[in-house]
């Protein structure tokens, strides 16, 4: 079905074709007939990757992931006393990632963080299916309110980092040879949590199954430096985890979206 979805996109959305390929082509370096494959394979992965929502509730690690990439890092993540921050990208099983979240911290209450959808009917849908496994979905605007509290009550929260933001929320960073408005919401929540950040990533190993990438936490109760300083610190953390993920399995990342859309004044 995500091929079928994927090859009417295709043909049918010009537009997003072109954002696509042109993306690939200067981010990656690639020539033009190699980007134009790359993005359309990718819109293939990304309808598999919506289409994976529906599966959330039968998602479990044990028996979906045939590869733990950084087996050491798993150690540190059931070792950490300190509030959790997950950061992931649009890329792999990103829908799948709260079944993942109910198999690695079963004795943390898990949230994850996601944008409102302007449809009232799908966004309660796509909540629910999304919480099958037991994690608390909330709402980007409301974050702060709801998050916050139950980081300082040594939960986990999970954050798509990679997505374009306006200028009052964002910090500009390097993303992949360009300048990215890169979202402060995770970076502000896990310094005021005095959280660990852990770069977390699921990605489809091409047999069916996935590979499980957990990379070093970066402990925030230990940066110095002011706020803004901090901020920074944080979010350039994440972006450049998600530089590299995207750099290993470009085929699975959301090309199709504006990423550098907002650029600095």
């Not at 295709?10 to 390929?21: D, E, F, K, M």
């Not at 990215?180 to 977390?200: D, E, H, M, Q, S």
Request: charged fraction near 20%; charge should be positive.
């Amino acid at each position: 079905m995500a091929r079928f979805l994927a090859f009417l996109y295709w043909h049918l959305s010009p537009r997003r074709r072109r954002i696509a390929a042109a993306a690939v082509e200067r981010h990656l370096g690639q020539s033009r007939p190699k980007a134009a494959l790359l993005a359309r394979r990718s819109f293939e992965e990304n309808f598999l990757s919506f289409l994976e929502i529906f599966h959330v509730e039968h998602f479990y690690a044990s028996q979906s992931i045939s590869r733990l990439i950084t087996p050491e890092t798993l150690a540190l993540l059931q070792a950490e006393t300190a509030p959790i921050v997950v950061v992931t990208a649009h890329l792999g099983s990103w829908e799948l990632m709260p079944g993942l979240a109910a198999d690695l911290f079963p004795d943390r209450h898990g949230m994850v963080v996601v944008r409102h959808q302007k449809n009232q009917i799908l966004h309660s849908l796509m909540a629910e299916l999304r919480g099958a496994r037991g994690i608390q979905v909330v709402a980007h605007r409301k974050a702060s309110a709801v998050v916050l509290p139950r980081l300082r009550q040594k939960g986990v929260v999970a954050f798509l980092a990679d997505h374009n933001t306006s200028r009052r929320e964002a910090v500009f960073l390097p993303f992949l040879r360009d300048t990215a408005a890169v979202t402060t919401g995770p970076a502000l929540l896990a310094l005021r949590a005095k959280a660990a950040v852990f770069p977390i990533f699921l990605v489809r190993d091409g047999a069916g199954k996935h590979l499980l990438y957990i990379a070093e936490p970066l402990h925030t109760a230990q940066l110095t430096g002011t706020i803004s300083e901090r901020v920074r610190a944080v979010a350039s953390f994440y972006t450049d985890a998600v530089s590299q993920m995207v750099q290993k399995h470009p085929e699975q990342w959301l090309w199709m979206h504006r990423r550098w859309k907002t650029q600095p004044r």
